[in-house]
């Protein structure tokens, strides 16, 4: 399991990623101009979630938490699945 410290930002490209049991303190996502996917069969937590660019995808099976802001752009901004 991964656990990131209060206040550490964890920079997420145009990727994929499994987030199973993870405890996110913020997650800040750069895809550029790409897509970037946060996937997983076991609940997550996210501090704050900052969509800076590109398309971010929530693909999570379980349930996720996110206990402060979500910030997303316009365009192409952010999609669930």
């Not at 199973?20 to 076991?42: H, I, Q």
């Amino acid at each position: 399991m991964t656990v990131f410290e209060p206040g550490s930002v964890y920079q997420l490209g145009a990727t994929f990623i499994t987030a199973n049991g993870r405890s996110f303190a913020d997650l800040e996502v750069n895809a550029g101009l790409n897509s970037a996917l946060l996937g997983g069969t076991v609940g997550c937590s996210i501090d704050s979630l900052h969509v800076n660019s590109g398309r971010f995808t929530l693909g999570q099976t379980d349930q996720m938490y996110v206990r402060g802001a979500i910030r997303v752009p316009r365009d192409p901004g952010l999609g669930v699945e």
